[in-house]
C-alpha cells in the first residue's frame, strides 16, 4: 500500500467520537502496516460504515450484518486489550 493511502487511512480512523478514536487510532498506528493486503482493504472497508454502526459493533452491544467485518473488529478488540 503506498504512504498516501497509508496516511488517508490513518486520517479515516479518527472519527471525532472519543469511544472510536481510542480503539482505531492506535490500531491504525500500531497494527495496520502489518496487515496483510487483503486485511488492509478489510480494514478500508471498514472504515466506510457510519460512526453509529461502528460504535456499537466495537462497544460489543451488536453485530455485523456483513460478517466480513467480524475478524477486523476482534483485532482491533485484541489489540487494545493488549494495551490496556
Given at each position: ?26 490500531f491504525a ?56
Amino acid at each position: 500500500m503506498s504512504e498516501i493511502n497509508v496516511q488517508r487511512i490513518y486520517w479515516h480512523s479518527r472519527r471525532g467520537m472519543l469511544e472510536l478514536d481510542l480503539l482505531l487510532m492506535p490500531f491504525a498506528r500500531e497494527v495496520f502496516p502489518s496487515l496483510s493486503e487483503a486485511e488492509q482493504l478489510l480494514y478500508q472497508d471498514f472504515l466506510e460504515q457510519e460512526d453509529q454502526d461502528l460504535f456499537v459493533w466495537l462497544m460489543e452491544r451488536g453485530q455485523p450484518a456483513q460478517a466480513r467485518f467480524t475478524p477486523i473488529i476482534e483485532q482491533i478488540l485484541a489489540h487494545s486489550r493488549k494495551v490496556d
